[in-house]
């Protein structure tokens, strides 16, 4: 009799630890990956998941500020650089939509330049300018002294240092920071209104987000994590030749805290933002009605584009696009003096997500793929969770 009771009992035991195994494993794999990433005592990182209703997966771990253990968590600030190019070409679709440009309008039309004259907005938009793309390392200047900063003497200068082209417009992808710095002044001239405030008004308030949580300058310092070099990498071995000596600080650790600086072309990587405020966009670009863009322009972002010779390219317009295990997917990079950054959008699995640690270097390509792989594996558009309890599931 007893051994048929525990026979019993180990029926219905059993299928309640599979079970859980079949739940569980997903978050307790990824905060665990999380973790190798970060350090109780060392720079953190940022992660969500999401789809467009809700927040499927949000941690964070690792220190906003080592010196004072400060825990980061996913609504302080970071610097996301290049990220930013996404917002910009967003703000230019928006002008489209309006009929204030054209894709094909050539940039001499709005902004002075020394390259080809019929360089236009689509080329840029999608790297095919030829503009060259000089290390921009040295493109910054301390927050505290941003109030006497000259943006246009600053671009005038790099203009004049990098005046040949790398290629023929047209030709072929060629990445180039400048041509993102020439699309904010596009945006100002056409708008009237400074590139910052343009983002503000027409991105980031539309989804009710204030200039506390994103934006091009820090507002609440308590809520911004500081960035870290790793004081036994290359780069903080090469600083002296890449980077300005004002903008190191001190060593926390085995970290070298970067002092706060903003980008002197806000156009090409001057966003500030938490993970939690790019997640809202992520998540309106998801929706079915776009509140940033019609549909008509949110088709244009995501449609892949060409060469003159017709040849496509891994590009849209403000998008590279990628393939994670037969899955495509948009993304858009960022990285520089202390921090580092990738944002997401797989069409198909109706998914999105966005990494962003505070620290300069991070293969963003290799971990998010690794942590967005536990959910776009389980994770279909026509079978999305429709409950909170069902999204904590995966």
């Avoid at 739940?23 to 998941?49: A, H, M, R, T």
């Avoid at 080809?116 to 300018?129: A, D, E, F, G």
């Amino acid at each position: 009799m007893e051994l048929k009771w525990l026979l019993i009992l180990f029926a219905i035991v059993i299928p309640e630890i599979v079970q859980s195994k079949e739940v569980l494993p997903k978050n307790q794999y990824v905060l665990e990956y999380l973790s190798k990433l970060s350090s109780p005592d060392g720079p953190g990182v940022q992660y969500i998941v999401l789809d467009k209703n809700e927040i499927i997966f949000s941690a964070s771990q690792g220190l906003a500020d080592i010196k004072n253990k400060k825990p980061l968590n996913v609504d302080h600030t970071m610097s996301i650089f290049s990220m930013t190019k996404t917002l910009t070409a967003i703000s230019v679709l928006q002008l489209v939509e309006r009929k204030k440009l054209d894709l094909d309008d050539k940039i001499s039309m709005y902004v002075e330049h020394p390259y080809n004259p019929n360089i236009t907005i689509r080329h840029i938009l999608s790297h095919t300018s030829g503009i060259p793309d000089p290390i921009p390392l040295k493109w910054v200047h301390l927050a505290g002294n941003h109030d006497k900063f000259d943006e246009q003497q600053s671009l005038s200068k790099v203009l004049n240092e990098n005046s040949k082209p790398n290629s023929l417009h047209g030709e072929k992808y060629e990445y180039s920071n400048i041509g993102y710095w020439l699309l904010g002044g596009v945006i100002e001239r056409v708008s009237g209104t400074q590139y910052c405030i343009f983002v503000q008004k027409n991105i980031t308030n539309v989804l009710g987000l204030s200039s506390k949580e994103i934006g091009c300058e820090v507002i609440d310092k308590q809520n911004h994590a500081k960035g870290y070099l790793n004081k036994y990498s290359f780069i903080n071995l090469a600083k002296y030749f890449v980077m300005d000596k004002k903008i190191w600080g001190e060593y926390e650790g085995s970290w070298l805290r970067i002092n706060n600086v903003y980008i002197n072309g806000p156009s090409f990587g001057g966003i500030i933002s938490s993970a939690n405020a790019i997640s809202r966009i992520l998540q309106d670009l998801l929706k079915d009605e776009s509140l940033i863009l019609d549909s008509n322009m949110k088709n244009q972002l995501y449609t892949q584009q060409k060469t003159t010779d017709g040849e496509p390219i891994d590009m849209t317009l403000g998008w590279h696009i990628g393939n994670l295990s037969g899955s495509k997917y948009y993304f858009k990079e960022g990285g520089g003096a202390g921090f580092h950054c990738e944002m997401r959008i797989y069409p198909d699995k109706g998914l999105a997500s966005v990494i962003i640690v505070n620290k300069t270097s991070l293969n963003t390509k290799k971990e998010l793929s690794k942590l967005d792989s536990s959910f776009i594996n389980k994770y279909n558009k026509a079978s999305q969770p429709t409950s909170k309890s069902d999204a904590a599931e995966l």
